[in-house]
């Protein structure tokens, strides 16, 4: 089964920790050790989330992970090691873009190339709040919750983990604090600011967690900027919208045309699963290692007709671009918020 190399999960897992100082690194992720600003070490193990494909018949929508610990001889038995320090047992699917979490303490010790399973509509939830829990899944040491994490919210996951690791949290009680953890999914008007630097703003009211709070005039406002045209492909044919580049479950968001770009609606799946990215310029890109490994699972068609194409190109950019200098500084920022990874 294809996976990412160690290099490219470090990089994901190192771009997902802006300020992030690595303490020990032995050139894998399993594990890293690292801490974030004003926090305690943390250890990380780190694995390649991927499409389920056993022959033995899993339920459709099954993702895994396949746990091997470097130095390990097939047909032992692999611990991981939990002393001392919090320790976040994760999987980054470069299918979705986001990371899926289980609890360590439930896998510590297992056979070699253990399984650990995730359920696809956590996945796609996670595209849209940015952060999805799973109901209860039963293990060989007791319930588990699973969490899947946008990249944008991994610093919170860990903070997170770690109170409810020290507050020895399981089952409901676990779940319903992972829950309360999860980021609001509101977005508010900004208000006029001198300012150009994209920073989090103070927490804002929770709605649902499947409603989110629009404005009314994002959509027409980006589209107009955009001519009604997907900025990557031209496209117009009344399929495109406005997209959020910020999404909307990131305290940074804003419903301001700054943070707009009109999409066709391939293209705006693909910019929300980070397939297709866009640099600071507006120039069209791709992360290498994450497209060999969707050709590698077989799901790359169309490629060369609806992504190709365009990598290299500098997308079409809003109207405001060439005669609004702030609006310019705004959105340019946005791009490169979404860009790192």
């Not at 297992?110 to 940015?130: D, H, I, M």
């Not at 008007?189 to 404005?215: C, D, F, M, N, W």
């Not at 406005?242 to 968001?253: E, K, L, N, T």
Request: charged residues 20%.
């Amino acid at each position: 089964m294809p996976a990412l190399s160690d290099h490219r999960l470090r990089a994901v897992l190192l771009s997902a920790l802006p300020g992030a100082t690595v303490i020990t690194d032995l050139g894998h992720t399993k594990p890293m050790i690292l801490s974030l600003p004003n926090s305690e070490p943390f250890r990380i193990y780190l694995w390649t989330t991927t499409p389920d494909a056993s022959a033995q018949g899993r339920p459709a929508g099954e993702h895994k992970a396949q746990i091997i610990l470097p130095g390990t001889v097939r047909g032992s038995t692999q611990r991981l090691n939990l002393e001392g320090m919090p320790t976040a047992l994760l999987g980054y699917s470069p299918l979705f873009s986001v990371f899926t979490a289980w609890d360590a303490s439930l896998h510590f010790e297992s056979g070699y190339s253990k399984n650990l399973q995730f359920r696809e509509e956590l996945l796609e939830a996670c595209l849209v709040s940015g952060w999805a829990v799973g109901d209860l899944r039963r293990t060989d040491n007791g319930p588990e919750v699973r969490v899947a994490v946008h990249p944008l919210h991994l610093p919170r996951y860990l903070l997170a983990m770690a109170e409810a690791d020290s507050r020895h949290l399981r089952g409901e009680e676990r779940r319903q604090f992972f829950i309360s953890c999860r980021p609001p999914i509101t977005v508010g008007v900004e208000q006029p600011a001198a300012e150009t630097e994209i920073a989090p703003v103070g927490p804002r009211g929770r709605v649902t967690a499947t409603r989110l709070s629009r404005s009314g005039t994002f959509g027409p406002s980006v589209l107009a900027e955009f001519g009604q045209t997907c900025a990557i492909c031209q496209t117009q044919l009344r399929i495109v919208e406005g997209a959020h580049i910020i999404p909307i479950h990131d305290d940074r968001c804003r419903d301001e045309v700054w943070n707009g770009i009109c999409l066709c609606r391939n293209h705006h799946r693909l910019f929300d699963l980070r397939i297709v990215r866009l640099n600071s310029d507006g120039v069209v890109g791709v992360e290498t290692d994450d497209i060999n490994y969707l050709r590698g699972l077989g799901v790359l068609g169309g490629f060369e007709n609806v992504i190709q194409p365009f990598i290299g190109h500098t997308i079409r950019l809003p109207n405001f671009f060439s005669r609004d200098a702030r609006l310019r500084s705004r959105f340019q920022s946005a791009l490169a918020t979404m860009a790192a990874g």
